[in-house]
């Protein structure tokens, strides 16, 4: 059985308290991963697929303000600390990418894990910090507002891809075991 650090019991005993379906998402992943990874660069979007996980435990904590930013940090954090170790302890000399998404639209926070050939940008990640302040600021859980009026079709089309490209934002850790 694993020892936990204190930090890991101080997040877990308040998830559970406080948050327990986060705490349900949380230790479902870190106890029992179902990940799946080839060998093979083409297939990738079939890892991202099916390692693509959505973490919805803290959106009413976080809709009714009842959550810090401190806490879904040291939440988050101790899940990519769990997934790194699992990562080190079964396969070696591999890399990996540990997505977490925040997507302001569904919303939920979403984590996904790929191998890691090279290839891919991972120039576009923010900070944990920053993209938990901003799901917090974004986050639409009341859903989109649909205002009706006569607008052209261009404009629709402008206004649909600003709210697209501004309803995710991700944190990227490149893994190496």
Known sequence: ?????????LILDYLKKYAEKAYREIHSITTSPHFLFSNDPEIIQN????????IHGFNRLIKNNRISSEKLIEAFSYLEEEIVEYLKKHYKDKEFIFYLNADALVPAFTMTLVSYYGDQDLKE?????ELIDWYKENACFNGLEIIENETDEEQIESESQD???????????????
């Open 125 to 129: 990640s923010s900070s944990l910090a």
């Open 163 to 177: 709210i697209l490209s501004i309803a995710a934002k991700r944190y990227i850790k490149l893994i190496n075991t």
């Open 1 to 9: 059985m694993k020892l936990l650090k204190r930090s890991e019991f």
């Open 47 to 54: 890892e991202a697929n099916h390692n693509y996980l959505y």
